[in-house]
């Protein structure tokens, strides 16, 4: 097998949709869908009237009509438009949601990831891949099932340590159900909690096997490298080692955090992977962060790596699905030499360092932030807790502070975090509005090597295509790669 040389990194949520994965795949290199709230993105693009039919004409593929039927028939708004944007509140996972609202959350999870990669993959044969967040546990199971259903070829799994999805994806494609283990925090290590996802529950007759995709770990240090190689429950058959300087969450550094004197997280030598070192485990890699030099395919290919993993040259790409006025704006700061990229050490709820990139009107500005009252209505990001009275207890640095204090979370975590759930679907054009009239406001998220994003809005201007990204990629001593 011949992998590709050149991945556009999964890029959430949203923003690396089925129309960005498609166009960079038609191309030969990997387009990577990424499969974050695709749930609550099918729903909203259905409630916003699906004006182009395609989340339709997808469903219309679904191995079972009757849940693509009773999709549309909950969802879909036929006076929707762009502007709609009063949503629907799907209820937050649980795993004490009733039986009825757990079967249509499953539903929505598998037609989604379903839908979102068929789309991806129509009209060519080159592969296509979907990238899941192993912390946004409850939903991954569902998902990673629908995206199986429609062929995925490649899985790509990080921001933790995904030890058993190979092993669920082992079980998928020998047409078996899966059961996981679900982290609660402040259990013991003997209590464990496991989650079940039979695909029965969902489909009248799953297909009695599935093509099992290449699973792809995200990891950011050698350590985490080996634990995956040598303890996951499956084939683990690549790696994208990504330093952390790319966008969206980054691995914390080693050791205790430290603060430099504009309150970024301070990284040091032993957080740079030594690549040397990842040859010698002898399987695929790619390298993410700040590759997306013109000559940085050619160079980690003769280095002994597969290739580059690129993510914020595609993100403001024209086929990308973030909105066109927040595109433009922050791509004339990066025209202007003004463009400011801040590694927030708390702005995630995760826990995680977050790339914010900065700009007026969006939540990386303090009176943006400051005017919304927290609130958690969607719930990826929520720790799942064990209570004092024993049961498992829900909390997100982003709700309600009161709320999350009585629940027995740190009040100086909720100083700074932002609800990402709501801020990442506004970016796409699909943020909530209330009563109150209040709009999610966006927050971008941009890896910190901007010069190679200058020097392509300057050979082609601030509208460029997954083409132009890919050919400026390769412009330079190629020689020898194969996409
Ligand atoms: C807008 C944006 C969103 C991202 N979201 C995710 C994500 O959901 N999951 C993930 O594994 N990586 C995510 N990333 C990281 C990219 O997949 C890619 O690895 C990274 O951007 C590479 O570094 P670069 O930005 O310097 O090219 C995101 C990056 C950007 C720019």
Same mark, same amino acid.
């Given at each position: 097998?011949?992998?590709?040389?050149?991945?556009?990194?999964?890029?959430?949520?949203?923003?690396?949709?089925?129309?960005?994965?498609?166009?960079?795949?038609?191309?030969?290199?990997?387009?990577?869908?990424?499969?974050?709230?695709?749930?609550?993105?099918?729903?909203?693009?259905?409630?916003?009237?699906?004006?182009?039919?395609?989340?339709?004409?997808?469903?219309?593929?679904?191995?079972?009509?009757?849940?693509?039927?009773?999709?549309?028939?909950?969802?879909?708004?036929?006076?929707?438009?762009?502007?709609?944007?009063?949503?629907?509140?799907?209820?937050?996972?649980?795993?004490?949601?009733?039986?009825?609202?757990?079967?249509?959350?499953?539903?929505?999870?598998?037609?989604?990831?379903?839908?979102?990669?068929?789309?991806?993959?129509?009209?060519?044969?080159?592969?296509?891949?979907?990238?899941?967040?192993?912390?946004?546990?409850?939903?991954?199971?569902?998902?990673?099932?629908?995206?199986?259903? %429609?062929?995925? /070829?490649? #899985?790509?799994? +990080?921001?933790?340590? $995904?030890?058993? !999805?190979?092993?669920?994806?082992? &079980?998928?494609?020998?047409?078996?159900?899966?059961?996981?283990?679900?982290?609660?925090?402040? %259990?013991?290590? /003997?209590? #464990?909690?496991? +989650?079940?996802?039979? $695909?029965?529950? !969902?489909?009248?007759?799953?297909? &009695?096997?599935?093509?099992?995709?290449?699973?792809?770990?995200?990891?950011?240090?050698?350590?985490?490298?080996?634990?995956?190689?040598?303890?996951?429950?499956?084939?683990?058959?690549?790696?994208?080692?990504?330093?952390?300087?790319?966008?969206?969450?980054?691995?914390?550094?080693?050791?205790?955090?430290?603060?430099?004197?504009?309150?970024?997280?301070?990284?040091?030598?032993?957080?740079?992977?030594?690549?040397?070192?990842?040859?010698?485990?002898?399987?695929?890699?790619?390298?993410?962060?700040?590759?997306?030099?013109?000559?940085?395919?050619?160079?980690?290919?003769?280095?002994?790596?597969?290739?580059?993993?690129?993510?914020?040259?595609?993100?403001?790409?024209?086929?990308?699905?973030?909105?066109?006025?927040?595109?433009?704006?922050?791509?004339?700061?990066?025209?202007?030499?003004?463009?400011?990229?801040?590694?927030?050490?708390?702005?995630?709820?995760?826990?995680?360092?977050?790339?914010?990139?900065?700009?007026?009107?969006?939540?990386?500005?303090?009176?943006?932030?400051?005017?919304?009252?927290?609130?958690?209505?969607?719930?990826?990001?929520?720790?799942?807790?064990?209570?004092?009275?024993?049961?498992?207890?829900?909390?997100?640095?982003?709700?309600?502070?009161?709320?999350?204090?009585?629940?027995?979370?740190?009040?100086?975590?909720?100083?700074?975090?932002?609800?990402?759930?709501?801020?990442?679907?506004?970016?796409?054009?699909?943020?909530?509005?209330?009563?109150?009239?209040?709009?999610?406001?966006?927050?971008?998220?941009?890896?910190?090597?901007?010069?190679?994003?200058?020097?392509?809005?300057?050979?082609?201007?601030?509208?460029?295509?997954?083409?132009?990204?890919?050919?400026?990629?390769?412009?330079?001593?190629?020689?020898?790669?194969?996409?």
């Amino acid at each position: 097998m011949n992998h590709p040389s050149i991945i556009q990194g999964g890029m959430g949520a949203g923003v690396s949709d089925w129309k960005l994965a498609r166009s960079v795949s038609v191309q030969g290199a990997l387009g990577v869908v990424s499969g974050t709230a695709l749930d609550i993105i099918l729903v909203r693009r259905l409630e916003q009237g699906d004006v182009d039919g395609n989340m339709r004409r997808a469903l219309a593929a679904f191995p079972d009509q009757s849940v693509a039927d009773r999709i549309i028939k909950t969802w879909y708004r036929s006076d929707g438009t762009s502007e709609t944007h009063d949503f629907s509140n799907v209820p937050p996972r649980r795993l004490d949601n009733k039986p009825e609202t757990a079967k249509m959350l499953d539903e929505i999870a598998v037609a989604s990831n379903f839908v979102e990669i068929w789309l991806a993959k129509e009209g060519h044969d080159n592969p296509v891949g979907i990238n899941y967040l192993e912390k946004i546990q409850l939903p991954n199971a569902p998902s990673i099932y629908g995206a199986m259903l %429609a062929g995925v /070829d490649y #899985i790509f799994m +990080g921001a933790g340590i $995904p030890l058993e !999805v190979p092993g669920i994806i082992d &079980a998928y494609s020998r047409g078996e159900g899966a059961t996981f283990q679900i982290h609660i925090e402040g %259990a013991a290590k /003997d209590e #464990i909690t496991q +989650g079940v996802f039979d $695909p029965r529950t !969902v489909i009248a007759s799953p297909p &009695a096997t599935l093509k099992r995709p290449f699973f792809v770990s995200i990891v950011s240090s050698f350590i985490l490298a080996v634990t995956m190689l040598t303890r996951a429950s499956g084939k683990v058959d690549g790696l994208i080692v990504e330093h952390h300087t790319a966008g969206g969450h980054n691995a914390p550094p080693r050791g205790v955090l430290q603060l430099d004197n504009k309150g970024e997280p301070m990284y040091g030598p032993k957080d740079t992977v030594d690549y040397a070192k990842i040859i010698g485990l002898n399987v695929p890699f790619w390298l993410g962060g700040s590759f997306s030099k013109k000559e940085s395919l050619s160079e980690t290919i003769s280095q002994g790596a597969q290739g580059i993993q690129v993510g914020t040259l595609f993100a403001f790409c024209r086929e990308s699905g973030l909105m066109p006025t927040l595109k433009r704006k922050f791509l004339e700061t990066v025209r202007a030499g003004t463009a400011i990229v801040f590694t927030h050490p708390s702005a995630s709820p995760t826990g995680y360092p977050f790339k914010l990139g900065v700009l007026d009107g969006t939540l990386s500005e303090s009176e943006v932030y400051k005017k919304r009252t927290p609130l958690c209505n969607m719930g990826y990001l929520r720790e799942l807790f064990k209570t004092p009275e024993g049961t498992i207890g829900y909390r997100c640095s982003a709700e309600n502070k009161k709320a999350y204090v009585k629940k027995g979370g740190k009040l100086e975590r909720t100083d700074e975090a932002r609800c990402l759930c709501n801020a990442l679907l506004a970016n796409i054009g699909l943020g909530m509005k209330y009563a109150s009239s209040y709009l999610e406001e966006p927050l971008l998220t941009v890896g910190t090597h901007l010069e190679s994003l200058k020097e392509l809005i300057q050979q082609v201007g601030l509208d460029y295509s997954s083409k132009d990204v890919i050919l400026f990629l390769k412009s330079k001593g190629t020689v020898g790669a194969k996409i």
